[in-house]
């Protein structure tokens, strides 16, 4: 049972308080370790109880209203998603990203104005994550349906975001699409020197000429 794997078995329940238990369940979040988890919980306590309240409640509709565009494969408590459903947008420019929330990364900058597709992951031989893991299929068949004509990849600068991009950049080949790959390189206020080779070999590779 997922409980026991979450709380110690034998501590669960009677044996605990609701604070420990809040706390124990806030370590197991990313980024947070036991010391942060305790803040966190110590605050709430003392908090209003407006937030906690409405942090319970959407804690407890985040599983159920928000599910994967049937699109796309953004997460959305409306099916389709608002971007696909956004009479404005460009529906021939389609951006290929690993994870729902690039979409948010790539949203932000205001700079985007066509449409996505949500891998849910990259290729990850070792990991046994091959094409059919992911959404592929999903992909070609928006491919053959819809007017794409430029296809944005923007995979993650990782190993496995290269591999997937390259994988596309294969399959797409034999279409009329324009490819396109967005330019990793350097973050700003990076060192040439702490850069690793794959991050460097991008930032050559997109590099744009000095207007
Ligand atoms: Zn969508």
Redo the contacts with the bound molecule.
């Keep these: 049972m997922q409980e026991t794997w979450i709380f110690p078995p034998g501590l669960w329940e009677h044996n605990v308080t609701v604070l420990e238990r809040l706390i124990h369940y806030l370590s197991k979040l990313p980024g947070l370790g036991k010391k942060s988890a305790s803040r966190i919980a110590y605050y709430l306590l003392k908090a209003d109880k407006t937030l906690t309240e409405a942090l319970s409640r959407d804690i407890k509709d985040l599983k159920e209203k928000i599910k994967p565009?049937?699109?796309?494969?953004?997460y959305?408590e409306t099916d389709?998603?608002s971007?696909?459903?956004d009479p404005g947008r460009d529906k021939s420019i389609l951006c290929i990203i690993e994870q729902p929330k690039d979409i948010q990364a790539i949203e932000s900058t205001h700079e985007y104005r066509g449409?996505?597709h949500v891998l849910q992951g990259a290729i990850s031989p070792i990991d046994g994550i091959g094409p059919e893991e992911l959404s592929f299929a999903a992909l070609y068949k928006r491919i053959k349906t819809e007017p794409i004509k430029e296809i944005i990849i923007a995979t993650n600068p990782t190993v496995e975001g290269e591999t997937t991009a390259l994988y596309l950049v294969k399959y797409l080949r034999e279409t009329a699409i324009k490819i396109t790959r967005i330019a990793l390189g350097i973050p700003l206020g990076g060192d040439l020197e702490y850069a690793d080779s794959i991050t460097l070999a991008r930032a050559l590779k997109g590099r744009n000429e000095m207007e």
């Design positions: 565009c049937s699109i796309c494969g953004n959305t389709p998603c971007i696909c459903s449409i996505y």
